[in-house]
């Protein structure tokens, strides 16, 4: 036997990670970004189950409107990310780096309610130490912002070097971004 070969499974395990858009190492980024917040959600809730008055007067603190607005703020930028690439494999490249700018400012506007938001509890004397529904609020929303940053660098980045592959490994981290804010949302603001 050629252990050169790959066999039927490994053949096909390697075709599914061939056609994976962008760099398989954005990938491994994304899966293990996805199971950070899924444990600072998943202990955001087993917390939650020991104070759940508590965590339902907090929560009532929060600015839902804002964060709806801002899932809808950022599912639109996922949706111009994507317009992007699309752009791009078609060979426009001056559209597809508007569609890039166009989620970027998105994603700044994003960052700028976040930012009324947490001036907002502020105000109120509420910080990161006030209880444990904050400190997980402010953990893992400022972690999500920073994320978001993170995201605006890397569509600036790309809209410069522009190639597709570049392009779809920045808007699939973009696109990650987005998830985790659309899990964040319900479990940390509206869930009760």
């Known amino acids: 036997m050629n ?3 790959r066999t039927g499974p490994q053949r096909a ?3 599914v990670l061939s056609e994976l858009p962008g760099e398989l190492m954005m990938w491994v980024l994304i899966a293990s970004e996805i199971l950070v917040f899924g444990a600072a959600l998943m202990a955001f809730l087993a917390v939650r189950v020991s104070d759940p008055a508590g965590f339902a007067a907090s929560q009532a603190l929060l600015d839902q409107t804002a964060a709806a607005v801002n899932t809808l703020v ?3 930028s996922g949706l111009c990310a994507a317009a992007a690439v699309r752009a791009r494999e ?3 490249r001056n559209v597809a780096r508007r569609w890039l700018f166009v989620a970027g400012g ?3 506007v994003f960052l700028v309610i976040k930012g009324f938001e947490y001036a907002s509890k502020a105000s109120l004397g509420i910080g990161i130490d006030t209880n444990p529904f904050f400190m997980f609020y402010f953990l893992i929303t400022g972690f999500h912002a920073l994320h978001v940053v993170a995201g605006v660098v890397l569509l600036a980045v790309v809209a410069w070097a ?3 592959r570049n392009m779809e490994a920045a808007v699939a981290f973009w696109h990650l971004v987005d998830l985790v804010w659309v899990l964040l949302f319900p479990i940390v603001y509206v869930l009760r």
Do not use: K
Request: hydrophobic share 35%.
């Open 106 to 108: 998105l994603g700044i």
């Open 90 to 92: 078609a060979g426009s």
């Open 74 to 76: 950022l599912v639109t």
């Open 13 to 15: 395990s390697s075709d």
């Open 162 to 164: 522009d190639s597709v």
């Open 3 to 5: 252990h050169g070969t």
